[in-house]
């Protein structure tokens, strides 16, 4: 698993390409997408659903 | 500068490292505004430690270390400890944001935060690899 954090008002053509409306925002393989900071044990199932 | 009590605080921190970090930054020429407040934020999280350094590339002119590090855009900071986990930071490290960039910089030094013994197991299962991209705003 590899991960990068995009400080969104630095880059605006990317948090309008990904549909960033508030943060903080995870999306998975540019498949699922995260909201918020949720429980971790619900992050990790989220990251499995997009990596399966 | 960082107030005296939060650079004291990171000082501790970053002398834990067992292993050295570097933080290998991309910039480029032109377009940029942020890169240089970006490389500065960096020199200056680097200023205190010896473990951490940084080490600049051009996002245009240096395509080796570009497909190297998988770069994707300016300011970027790879952070490289002891393997490279694959941890970018693009943008400008400041506000709230230092933090994440401070726990990157432990992770890949050998400690900070880790997962439980749990969801360490449930992401073993995954048979390719997932890239997170998390966006967030400085606070």
Redesign the interface.
Known sequence: MTASVIEATSFPDLAQRYRVTGVPKTVVDDRVEIMGAPAEDEFVAQVLQAGT | MYPHDAATDLQRRLAALSSPVKLVFFTQTFGCD?CLP?RQAADRIAALSERVTVEEHNLVLDRDEVGEY?V??A?ALAVVGAKD?????????EGY?IE??VE?IEIAGGGGPT??D??LD??D??????????????T
């Open positions: 942020t970006a998988g994707e855009w300011p986990a694959g941890m970018r930071y693009y943008g400008v490290p944001e994440s960039l990157a997962l439980s749990d969801s449930a992401l299962t995954l048979e390719r690899n997932v890239h997170l991209r998390v966006f967030v705003t400085p």
